[in-house]
Each structure stands twice: as structure tokens, then as C-alpha cells.
């Protein structure tokens, strides 16, 4: 699989790297570090990282201005990436060439042309570890290095979630002996801002509690709004919750829109996957996202989730 990725990386001019919707470190730390690996190896070829520019990630790397023109006859690979859905594109990805789908999330919709998919993987940074190790013409460099920590401390959560293996603490390793800051990784990670550090507040003042241990606050878009958070901001408060000792499971609910609902859940240990794609969504069994068009439907997510905790489901 990886001797075809490298085929193709070689046959194609233009190489155009895309992510997912509302990105995560892991998201933008593979497209940067993918991007890096080709240009040293290529630097006659053209590779664009695309999809919208979150200032909170700038840290790792901006996006670069696409036109649609540019996709014709193009390679794309999609990084991080479980379903088309999830692609931060307008569509014109669909009039590239050839596609690469390379991804850690359950292969529920493999949309590549070539479909390399570790699920097994702590994070798709990982992957792209992986391709700089194996593929001849790769060189891993500190620029590159410091885009793979952050999307593998960002997809762990500092190395706290369960899919951190031996292999992931070992990458973290060979990352660290080039001499990127990981102190300096770490901190932008942990950072957060005045607003988001008030919306915690108000979280925490305003969370519910099962008697399952099912944890779930509703934000609606006016509350919202008041906290004037940046893009991408919403995303820091979601681990906040799993630090109680007595949450199993959570989720954050936003409303982005007048009843259009963005839906993080979350586990310790009971896999809630199946719930986020029963709701239109998916992810990982400990993590995962679904959007919903509905209170009602909240109510019905929120009533499967707190199930997920209670014997057969009861």
C-alpha cells in the first residue's frame, strides 16, 4: 500500500492535501507535515494544503488558497478524513484525478481510489510518521516533526486516551530527538483563552449528571454567542467533563445555527461510535461527532448515550 502511495505522489505535478471539517491538531499536523515530506522530496512538484484557516491552529500551519482549476488532473489526498461528508471541500475535489484517502477512523466510507486506513493508530500523524520512515525519498525534518507531535499530543489528549500505545510514546520519542519543543507543543495544547476558560465555567455550573454517569450540557446558539468564542474554540472544553471521577461517558451539544446542533460525544471506556453514526455521525468507540437538525433529536441522543451505561440497555 505504501509503495503505491509513493507511485503516485511521484506521477503527479499539483498535490493537493485535505482534511477534515472543523480540524483538529491531528488534522492540521498531518497536512503540514505530509505537505513538507513531499516538497523536500519533490521540490520541483506543487503540494497545497487546503480547507478553512483556523487562527487557534496557526501555530501548526496555515492553508494555502486552492482555485478550482488547480484540482484537475491533480492527485488529492484526503488525511484524517472518515467519510466525504467530513471533507473540508467544496467539491472540487471530485474532479482530481486520482484520490488518496489516508485515515485512523473505522472505514466506513472508502472513498479513495487507494485506501490506506489504520484504525488501529492512535492518530493519522502517526501514519504520516510512518510514510516518512518507509518511503525512501522522505526525510523527516524538525519542521516536519513538529507538526506530527501536535497532532499525535492532540488526538491522546496529551497522551491520556487509550489508543496511546507503545508505538505512539515511541514515535513521540524519535519526534523529540530531532529537537522540537515539545514543552512549547505542549503548552499551545493546554492554552486556552479568557472566553473559553468562562464557557468552562459556565459548564461546569451547568452540567447534568445521570445517575448512569452519562454527562451532557446543551448550549444553545444565543448562550453561546454571548462567549464569543473564535472557530475551533468550542473544541477545548470537551475533555473538560471526563475529568469528573463519576462521568462514564459525555457529550457537548452547540448550537451553530437556529436547530442545527453539533454534537461531541465522548467515553472512558463504553464505545459510543455506534450512537454518533445511528445520528448521522461517527468517529472513533471513545470519541466521535455527529451534527443534528433537531431538539428532539438531542433529546434522543442524549437518552441513547445516558442507555449506553445501564444493563441491556435499560
Excluded at 34 to 59: F, M, N, S
Excluded at 73 to 100: F, W
Amino acid at each position: 500500500m505504501i509503495d503505491e502511495i509513493q507511485k503516485n505522489i511521484e506521477n503527479y505535478d499539483t498535490i493537493i492535501i485535505l482534511r477534515h471539517q472543523n480540524p483538529d491538531p491531528d488534522a492540521i499536523g498531518s497536512q503540514t507535515a505530509l505537505k513538507t515530506l513531499i516538497h523536500e522530496a519533490y521540490p520541483q512538484k506543487k503540494v497545497y494544503v487546503t480547507g478553512i484557516d483556523l487562527p487557534v491552529l496557526d501555530w501548526i500551519g496555515k492553508m494555502d488558497n486552492v482555485s478550482p482549476e488547480t484540482y484537475k488532473d491533480s492527485l488529492v489526498i484526503a488525511v484524517d478524513t472518515a467519510n466525504t461528508e467530513r471533507i473540508d471541500n467544496a467539491g472540487e475535489y471530485k474532479t482530481a484525478d486520482k484520490i488518496i484517502k489516508i485515515d485512523h477512523h473505522p472505514n466506513v466510507d472508502p472513498f479513495g481510489d487507494i485506501n490506506w486506513v489504520r484504525d488501529d493508530f492512535s492518530s493519522c500523524a502517526e501514519m504520516i510518521f510512518t510514510l516518512s520512515q518507509e518511503i525512501p525519498t522522505f526525510k523527516l525534518t524538525k519542521e516536519c516533526a513538529y507538526s506530527l507531535y501536535s497532532g499525535i499530543v492532540g488526538d491522546t489528549n496529551r497522551f491520556l486516551y487509550g489508543e496511546t500505545s507503545y508505538r505512539t510514546l515511541s514515535i513521540a520519542a524519535q519526534l523529540a530527538k530531532t529537537g522540537i519543543n515539545v514543552s512549547e507543543i505542549g503548552l499551545h495544547e493546554d492554552e486556552i483563552s479568557t472566553q473559553v476558560a468562562r464557557l468552562e465555567a459556565y459548564i461546569l455550573d451547568n452540567l447534568k449528571i445521570t445517575d448512569s454517569g452519562f454527562g451532557y450540557i446543551v448550549i444553545r446558539k444565543d448562550t453561546l454567542d454571548r462567549f464569543n468564542l473564535d472557530d475551533g474554540e468550542i473544541d477545548n472544553v470537551v475533555p473538560l467533563i471526563g475529568r469528573i471521577n463519576n462521568v462514564n461517558n459525555w457529550i457537548v451539544v452547540s448550537e451553530k445555527d437556529l436547530n442545527r446542533f453539533r454534537v461531541n460525544l465522548r467515553s472512558k471506556n463504553v464505545s459510543i461510535n455506534g450512537v454518533a453514526e445511528e445520528f448521522g455521525g461517527g468517529g472513533h468507540p471513545l470519541a466521535s461527532g455527529a451534527y443534528v437538525g433537531s431538539m428532539d433529536q438531542v433529546k434522543a441522543l442524549i437518552k441513547a448515550m445516558d442507555s449506553l451505561n445501564k444493563p441491556n440497555g435499560n
